[in-house]
């Protein structure tokens, strides 16, 4: 299996502020990578898929981003509606997700 | 739009199996995707589990293997999880979704959560 190690396990931020999540992939994944949001109480929601297309309807503050097997989701001015968890989850073989980070405000 | 949704018992006992039901509407599950069961412990980790592929093929996580079945019933639109076996290892919230090779789970049910107790 690909593994993929998600970090930081958990984050605190401001509205407005510029949060980055990254994931690592085990070995090369190409640009098979999706991210998901999970907001309290609801089934996860697909962000991004091929490691920086925005899935219909993700605001454009969003954005994903490869250098190797190292992947990112950057969002540009933190939202108290982007409250919640994110994963990042690799579609290169049998999907395989990240731990998971838990986005809280400051 | 697609719509899914899960339904089963939230209790099973150890040893026995867990069976669950994603309803489809929206789209037939014959025209394309891959569908699919996720699961979610408690804790957060993110698991697949395995799919049905539109055309009927299966493929299950090897961790699971021995364990799991995914069957359908196309004249009701629906598709099924079978576990057997479960411990309470399989605690878990578990999610149904449509599932694009490549790209990722494009629709997810609102997950129904499962405990395996005595």
């Known amino acids: 299996d690909i593994q993929m190690t998600q970090s930081p396990a958990s984050l605190s931020a401001s509205l407005e502020e510029i949060v980055t999540i990254t994931c690592q992939a085990s070995?090369?994944?190409?640009?098979?990578l999706a991210w998901y949001q999970q907001k309290p109480g609801k089934s996860p929601q697909l962000l991004i898929y091929?490691?920086?297309s925005l899935a219909d309807g993700v605001p454009s503050r969003f954005s994903g981003s490869r250098s190797g097997t190292q992947y990112s989701l950057k969002i540009s001015r933190l939202q108290v509606e982007d409250i919640g968890s994110y994963y990042c989850?690799?579609?290169?073989?049998?999907?395989?997700f990240g731990a998971g980070t838990k986005l809280e405000l400051k | 739009e697609i719509q899914l949704q899960e339904s089963g018992p939230g209790l099973v006992k150890p040893s026995q199996s867990l069976s669950l039901t994603c309803s489809v509407t929206g789209y037939t599950i014959t025209s394309g995707y891959d569908w699919s069961w996720i699961r979610k412990f408690p804790g957060n980790k993110m698991e697949w589990m395995g799919y049905?592929?539109?055309?009927?093929?299966?493929n299950y996580n090897p961790s699971l293997k021995s364990r799991i079945s995914i069957t359908r019933d196309t004249s009701k639109n629906q598709f099924f999880l079978q576990l057997n076996s479960v411990t309470t290892e399989d605690t878990a919230t578990y999610y149904c979704?449509?599932?694009?090779?490549?790209?990722?789970?494009?629709?997810w049910g609102q997950g129904v959560m499962v405990t395996v107790s005595s």
């Open positions: 989850q690799q579609a290169h073989s049998n999907p395989t």
């Open positions: 979704a449509s599932h694009t090779m490549g790209i990722g789970f494009d629709y």
């Open positions: 070995q090369d994944i190409g640009n098979w």
């Open positions: 091929d490691a920086t």
């Open positions: 049905i592929s539109y055309s009927g093929s299966t």
